[in-house]
């Protein structure tokens, strides 16, 4: 078919039970339909689910009743208080940890062109969409993540030696980053010595380093 | 380092995900999208007879967004970044998943768990962008494909794709009818309703209520329709820059004898009154024109590009520019002879091929000609402003 028709207003907005759900975002990041923008670099890979996993040929039907949500992380806007809306400071930094371990820091940005969220429309026979919302900005973390604070324990547990670490791996080099951040190492410290301060600065009893279940690459 | 009251808000993956596009859009758009009667618009690709035959250097398939108005090519630009689409968590939430984020049990030893949650719904690798091409969106050369050249009383349609021509046999379509054949040809050209009608008018294409066609005057035919309106016009005494019926301009053009069949059919008349009405007081396609009046500048220079058209389409058949301008000064009424000057004719519509001639140049080659000069820079300009690699990255390549 030569034309399909994109209608400016959603039919379903009514119907939408998002509608009376509480919106924990800042008020500046809500939308009607309570629609936002999270854009990061990388991708968050999310554990495959068991019903995922099993039988491919699970009707559609099915799975989209059986909708179901798996924790990632958290966000976090430091700097917003509720009291004072207006004061504009805050979107300077956001914070999603990835996992328990993975902190990455962002920003609120006023997109520079608004982004209308399309859909299908629901219902029709031909192919028709529909406008859901027009969203004028996002949450943005440019940068890859960083280890947060606490995880230090379980990147480096005291029992696992440098050799746990091969030089090229996510996890060295993220232990090494935090490392210079705190001034512990320099550019001249090799990963021996820097295992060394490690173990001096960590002590508690932790579970072997293990693979992160839940990874931004 | 965060603060220890800052609010966190727990952030979920739903499953499945949802289906969205995401459409960067432009300031009128987004204008008219926000307004309270938004109207609706549409994706529109050319069918595939008419993209055989108007192809785009640009791009091989293509979709384009339309407005009522406005015509836009709409790119598809990936991102290695990943876009997710957020709302807010509708709390189905499996508990024993919680401890990927938090520790069961925090240094008070109760579950630390944010109460609120947000949850991604659906992910994007891409954006749709929006583009008008430097020349502008233009309904003219899939006209030109889609319709029969109509010469005077023969159909032939010189081997262009012609319109199904169903003969409804006798009688004549209703202007309901007529409405829907034309929105048929325009439902495969795309660009905007506005601008396929800007080129039907301008070409003065028409509905044959006999036949059930639509068509495209020849520039022969086109000029043969100006001289009969304008000599049944000086006949019947009617002044063609002040308001008159068409229906008057009609009758004089018939013989007296009212059995002969008219020169052509009246659509076309009216598809020239349209043409050549002053601008702002041409009624829509839609409606019936009833009343006219004529722009004398507006119709003097098309009169002359219509006359070269007839007499001189290419350098091979150039006339002599003297013979040209007498001619269409005889076109024309008595009182506007001396508006006929070369100046008065749109820039690069004609060519010399040597001092003394001049013949016409097809909008087609005219717009390649100022395309090449203009599209350049303006590309150079734009590869610098964007913050698109794609596109900084797109020129240099070309060849």
Redesign the interface.
């Known amino acids: 078919m ?8 959603s039919s379903a907005l009514v119907t939408d ?2 509608l009376s ?5 800042p008020q500046l990041l809500q939308t009607p ?12 890979n ?1 554990p495959t ?1 068991e ?2 996993q099993g039988d491919p040929s699970v009707d559609n039907g099915i ?2 009743s059986t ?14 208080s509720i009291h004072n809306p207006d004061d504009t400071k805050w979107m300077k930094r956001v ?3 990835v ?2 371990y993975q902190r990455m820091t962002g920003e609120v940005k006023k997109l ?9 429309r629901a219902g029709t026979e031909t192919e028709e ?1 529909e ?2 919302e ?1 969203v004028r900005y ?1 949450v943005f973390f440019k940068s890859r993540p960083e280890p947060g ?1 606490q995880d230090l324990r379980e990147l480096f547990p005291p029992g696992a030696g440098a050799g746990l670490w091969d030089a090229s791996s996510r996890d060295y080099n993220m232990v090494m980053a935090m490392l210079h951040q705190l001034a512990l190492v320099d550019a001249t410290t090799d990963k021996y010595n820097a295992a060394r301060v490690m173990k001096h600065k960590i002590y508690h009893s932790a579970p072997s380093l293990r693979v992160l ?2 990874r931004v690459s | 380092m965060a603060t220890q009251d800052s609010r966190s808000i727990l952030f979920t993956n739903t499953n499945p995900q949802q289906g969205f596009r995401l459409l960067e859009l432009t300031p009128e758009l987004e204008k008219l999208l926000t307004s309270k009667d938004a109207p609706a618009l549409e994706l529109k690709t050319p069918s595939a007879a008419l993209a055989r035959a108007v192809v785009d250097p640009s791009a091989p398939e293509y979709v384009n967004l339309c407005t009522p108005s406005q015509t836009y090519r709409i790119r598809q630009v990936q991102s290695s970044n990943s876009l997710h689409i957020l709302r807010p968590s509708l709390g189905q939430i499996s508990r024993a998943d919680i401890k990927v984020v938090e520790e069961e049990a925090g240094e008070t030893g109760a579950l630390n768990l944010p109460d609120e949650a947000v949850t991604a719904i659906a992910k994007c690798g891409s954006t749709l962008e929006l583009h008008v091409s430097p020349g502008g969106f233009s309904a003219v050369p899939f006209l030109e494909k889609s319709l029969g050249l109509y010469e005077k009383r023969t159909g032939d349609d010189d081997g262009d794709i012609s319109m199904d021509e169903t003969a409804n046999g006798s009688g004549s379509l209703s202007p309901v009818e007529t409405r829907k054949l034309r929105d048929r040809v325009f439902a495969d050209i795309p660009v905007s309703s506005a601008q396929c009608e800007a080129g039907w008018t301008g070409i003065c294409a028409f509905v044959d209520e006999k036949q059930g066609a639509c068509w495209r005057p020849s520039a022969r035919m086109r000029l043969n329709v100006w001289k009969r309106l304008m000599q049944g016009a000086i006949l019947q005494g009617i002044d063609l820059e002040k308001q008159f019926l068409v229906w008057d301009l009609w009758k004089s053009v018939l013989d007296d004898d009212d059995d002969s069949e008219p020169p052509f059919p009246r659509a076309l008349l009216e598809a020239v009154a349209r043409r050549l009405c002053v601008a702002d007081e041409g009624p829509s396609l839609a409606d019936e024109i009833k009343w006219a009046s004529f722009d004398k500048t507006e119709c003097t220079k098309w009169v002359g590009e219509t006359y070269l058209a007839a007499t001189a389409p290419t350098t091979s058949s150039a006339i002599g520019r003297s013979d040209f301008l007498r001619a269409w000064k005889d076109c024309l009424p008595e009182s506007w002879r001396e508006e006929a000057t070369l100046s008065k004719l749109q820039e690069g519509s004609y060519q010399s091929p040597d001092p003394t001639t001049i013949c016409f140049v097809v909008p087609s080659l005219r717009q390649q000609v100022s395309k090449t000069s203009a599209a350049a820079p303006a590309a150079a300009a734009k590869a610098k402003t964007t913050r698109n690699w794609h596109e900084l990255l797109k020129n240099p390549k070309r060849r």
């Open positions: 030569p034309s399909i028709a994109l209608h400016p207003r039970p998002s759900v509480h919106n924990p975002l339909s309570g629609l936002a923008l999270l854009e990061l670099q990388g991708t968050i999310v689910s019903a995922e799975a989209e909708s179901y949500e798996t924790p990632i992380g958290k966000l976090m806007f430091p700097d917003y914070y999603l940890y996992g328990r520079p062109r608004p982004i209308a969220v399309l859909q299908k969409l406008v859901v027009i996002k604070n279940p839940l």
